[in-house]
């Protein structure tokens, strides 16, 4: 990761472009007061700088301040071309459609999501925006690859532009089964959006399949296995790639001394407790906190945990907090931590040590390291990288990690206390379980789950759904 001041380039053309809500990059202060932008420590952009760099790719995506337009320039070897956003669609296109309809519903619809017309036609000119802007970008028979739900049509109206191009979309949230999908009343629209690319993939087979069976049933299209013709004779493939993580980079910077030492130095801090529980979240409904909570207040309560012995450090960064649901829960969290601290009579250390910080990379790398156990609850998750992370990190086979049936990871993390987060009991039994068990029960599911975070990481990811799009005519 470095800065750069940003060099202004007027109309950049590329034969590979991402189009993505967020542009790759962040904006920063110097210390002479000038800002520039730094390239955002996120997993997807580690993963396709390479391809970036090798084709002089360029990143087209929102800036990030609304009302605020800005020309293309470049930044750390890769050309951004910000697209626009007025306050008006911020507030309907992504926290109205994308954050209060779309992820509510496609995450099992745990929040009620609210459709609202006026949300969609601001996602309909957003998306046209976008694809305009690919458009411009894309050189002659480029690819060009678009991501995530706040961008469903693009495909389909990338194409209507440039049919020389090869389009792939990948679903970084779980694709909802028929019944919910159906609730959308736009729900012809996206199908038909998505089958503008040539690669749709998603991070489970479930999704792909889901997506494939709603095409027929809705859309009347011919299908095979994974494969859609479209009205237009051709033929769309719709493929599971499970996202991952730069697992070397993880557990190279999780065993620098500098990192180690902050380790043994966040346990000091927390009183060299026996064991260390950690949770990490954006404080998302779909997290499955106030389970996790609850279930660890209440093994305090019963005596089944002392915390003399087990602290419990929750890191929960708050998120898209202009929209109400995501208000409410940092109150309801914020009141059951308290309650479980004040409950617990001590004087001390809180059996919860709760942080809504953001932390660098580094700072995570100790906090996992320093842990014993990683608790990862959702109710449903397209992958969740932060137990993959925690597993990488891990300098040897100790450690437990209990991770919900319903998060994507846990098609391929078998070996990890598996949970019904729903199950408050069946939660505190299967923490008790991960906490006791013995040093060579860990080291016999860690060994597997560590095989396989290195063995399938971001690279291969990448290199896997580029491949199959590569192979598409
Ligand atoms: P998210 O819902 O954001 O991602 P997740 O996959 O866990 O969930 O990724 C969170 C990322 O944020 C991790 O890389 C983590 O390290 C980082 N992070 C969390 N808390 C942090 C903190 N306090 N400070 C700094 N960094 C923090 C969506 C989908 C997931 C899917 C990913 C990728 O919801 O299911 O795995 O995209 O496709």
């Given at each position: 990761?470095?800065?750069?001041?940003?060099?202004?380039?007027?109309?950049?053309?590329?034969?590979?472009?991402?189009?993505?809500?967020?542009?790759?990059?962040?904006?920063?202060?110097?210390?002479?007061?000038?800002?520039?932008?730094?390239?955002?420590?996120?997993?997807?952009?580690?993963?396709?700088?390479?391809?970036?760099?090798?084709?002089?790719?360029?990143?087209?995506?929102?800036?990030?301040?609304?009302?605020?337009?800005?020309?293309?320039?470049?930044?750390?070897?890769?050309?951004?071309?910000?697209?626009?956003?007025?306050?008006?669609?911020?507030?309907?296109?992504?926290?109205?459609?994308?954050?209060?309809?779309?992820?509510?519903?496609?995450?099992?619809?745990?929040?009620?999501?609210?459709?609202?017309?006026?949300?969609?036609?601001?996602?309909?000119?957003?998306?046209?925006?976008?694809?305009?802007?690919?458009?411009?970008?894309?050189?002659?028979?480029?690819?060009?690859?678009?991501?995530?739900?706040?961008?469903?049509?693009?495909?389909?109206?990338?194409?209507?532009?440039?049919?020389?191009?090869?389009?792939?979309?990948?679903?970084?949230?779980?694709?909802?089964?028929?019944?919910?999908?159906?609730?959308?009343?736009?729900?012809?629209q996206i199908l038909e959006g998505l089958l503008g690319a040539d690669l749709v993939g998603f991070q489970l087979p479930g999704g792909a399949q889901n997506f494939v069976r709603l095409v027929r049933q809705r859309l009347h299209l011919q299908t095979h296995r994974d494969r859609v013709r479209t009205a237009d004779g051709r033929t769309v493939l719709a493929r599971a790639y499970p996202i991952s993580i730069d697992a070397d980079s993880f557990h190279d910077l999780a065993a620098s001394p500098a990192v180690e030492q902050r380790a043994k130095q966040i346990r000091h801090d927390l009183g060299d407790p026996t064991t260390m529980i950690l949770g990490v979240d954006r404080l998302d409904y779909t997290k499955g906190l106030r389970q996790r909570i609850r279930a660890f207040g209440e093994l305090v309560n019963e005596g089944r945990v002392d915390p003399e012995e087990t602290v419990y450090v929750q890191v929960a960064t708050p998120s898209r907090e202009r929209v109400d649901q995501y208000r409410q829960l940092r109150d309801d969290i914020d009141m059951l931590v308290g309650r479980i601290n004040g409950e617990s009579g001590?004087?001390?250390?809180?059996?919860?040590?709760?942080?809504?910080?953001?932390?660098?990379?580094?700072?995570?790398?100790?906090?996992?390291?320093?842990?014993?156990?990683?608790?990862?609850?959702?109710?449903?998750?397209?992958?969740?990288?932060?137990?993959?992370e925690f597993i990488a990190c891990r300098q040897d086979d100790s450690g437990a990690l209990v991770l919900s049936e319903f998060a994507g990871a846990a098609k391929e993390l078998r070996q990890a206390y598996l949970v019904n987060p729903y199950d408050i009991n069946g939660l505190k039994e299967r923490l008790l379980e991960a906490m006791t068990d013995s040093p060579r029960v860990h080291a016999r599911r860690m060994r597997f789950l560590r095989k396989q975070v290195f063995e399938n990481d971001i690279d291969r990811w990448a290199s896997l759904f580029l491949d199959d799009l590569a192979g598409r005519s």
């Open positions: 990761m470095s800065t750069d001041r940003g060099k202004k380039s007027s109309s950049p053309t590329s034969s590979f472009v991402v189009v993505a809500n967020r542009l790759a990059v962040d904006r920063i202060e110097h210390a002479d007061g000038s800002t520039g932008w730094r390239t955002s420590p996120g997993g997807l952009v580690t993963a396709l700088e390479p391809v970036m760099r090798a084709n002089d790719g360029a990143w087209i995506g929102w800036h990030g301040a609304p009302d605020e337009k800005l020309r293309p320039f470049s930044s750390d070897g890769m050309q951004l071309v910000p697209v626009h956003l007025t306050s008006d669609e911020v507030r309907d296109y992504y926290e109205g459609l994308s954050n209060g309809t779309l992820w509510p519903l496609y995450h099992d619809a745990v929040e009620h999501p609210h459709f609202h017309r006026e949300w969609w036609d601001a996602y309909v000119e957003v998306n046209e925006r976008f694809a305009a802007r690919a458009a411009e970008v894309a050189e002659p028979g480029a690819v060009v690859w678009v991501q995530d739900y706040q961008l469903q049509l693009v495909p389909q109206l990338l194409r209507q532009r440039r049919p020389d191009l090869r389009i792939g979309f990948f679903l970084h949230i779980p694709f909802p089964p028929l019944e919910l999908f159906q609730q959308l009343p736009w729900r012809n001590r004087i001390g250390r809180p059996p919860i040590t709760y942080l809504h910080a953001s932390y660098p990379r580094d700072e995570m790398a100790a906090l996992y390291r320093a842990a014993d156990i990683m608790v990862v609850t959702p109710l449903r998750d397209g992958m969740n990288l932060v137990a993959k």
